[in-house]
Every structure is written in C-alpha cells, then in structure tokens.
C-alpha cells in the first residue's frame, strides 16, 4: 500500500515562494507517475502537475507553467513542487497522489493513491 506524506505548507505574501515535499512509501514502481493536485475552498481538486519517477517526464497545468516545477528524489522516494510568483488565487490545499498508470493523468479519478494534503496560504 503506497503512503504519501506532504510537507511544507504554510502562510507566504504574494509573490513569495514555497516548496512542497511529498515522501513515499510502501511499493512505489519505476513506472509510476507522481502528481500535485490542489482544492480550493468550494472548487474543485484540480491538477497542477506530474512527473514519472523513472524517466522525470513532467507535464503542467497552463496555469503554473514557468513558476511552478515539480521535481523528484530516487533515493530518498520524494517528490518536490517549487512554487515560484504565488498568487492569492492559488490558496488551496495543496495534495500529493500516486497513480501506476501512464498517459494523459490530469483527473483525479486516475490516482488511486493520496496524501493528506498540505494548506497553502498567499496573502496579498
């Protein structure tokens, strides 16, 4: 059983920058995509970004391109979203999911896997 935990949440001035961990364990596979997804109050879970483990491939929402990266860490099994130029608009917790799917993963109905959720706070 795969287990996500995120970290690195917290309260940052517009403009500001954070940076999100997520440390798996319990069966992670070469083959599987990690993601960001984030839920403001009374919106949708929504995609923000992935990355395979085994190759790095990424892919982003239009929304994050150029201020948002999402990396990872083989040995130490975590995931990482630099988040660069926040907006107040982007407070929201923010989740780590898992998914041993490929393709196209931008729904949350395709990750099986979640975390808890860490809160992001942009203040203006």
């Known amino acids: 059983q795969v287990q996500l935990v995120e970290s690195g949440g917290g309260l940052v001035q517009a403009g500001g920058s954070l940076r999100l961990s997520c440390a798996a364990s319990?069966?992670?596979?070469?083959?599987?995509?990690m993601a960001w997804f984030r839920q403001a109050p009374g919106k949708e879970r929504e995609f923000v970004a992935h990355?395979?483990?085994?190759?790095?491939?990424?892919d982003y929402a239009d929304s994050v391109k150029g201020r948002f990266t999402i990396s990872r860490d083989n040995a130490k099994n975590t995931v990482y979203l630099q988040m660069n130029s926040l907006k107040p608009e982007e407070t929201a917790v923010y989740y780590c999911?898992?998914?041993?799917?490929?393709?196209?993963?931008?729904?949350?109905?395709?990750?099986?896997?979640w975390g808890q959720g860490t809160q992001v706070t942009v203040s203006s």
């Open positions: 990355i395979t483990w085994s190759d790095g491939n990424t």
């Open positions: 319990g069966g992670t596979f070469s083959g599987d995509v």
């Open positions: 999911a898992a998914t041993p799917h490929s393709g196209v993963l931008t729904t949350t109905h395709l990750y099986p896997y």
